[in-house]
């Protein structure tokens, strides 16, 4: 488990607009695949940054469309 310092670094490297790119969020020295958006109550982002994003983003999409060819 995450201590508070490091929860701490984690949600204020989330919360500086240099490492927004527009809606899209860019960290290399953020860890973290899925972060909370700079105002809470807009939900979650992906780091960019990440490779697995990437992964994980093309995975949603072939999943909704396998689901939207086979259950047709």
């Given at each position: ?41 807009m ?30």
């Amino acid at each position: 488990m995450k201590s508070k310092l490091d929860k701490a670094i984690l949600d204020s490297m989330s919360r500086n607009p240099n490492n927004w790119k527009g809606i899209f969020y860019y960290n290399p020295g953020d860890s973290r695949l899925i972060v909370r958006k700079i105002n809470p109550s807009m939900g979650w982002s992906f780091n960019f940054a990440s490779p697995y994003s990437y992964i994980t983003l093309a995975f949603i999409i072939l999943i909704t469309i396998a689901a939207i060819v086979f259950l047709k």
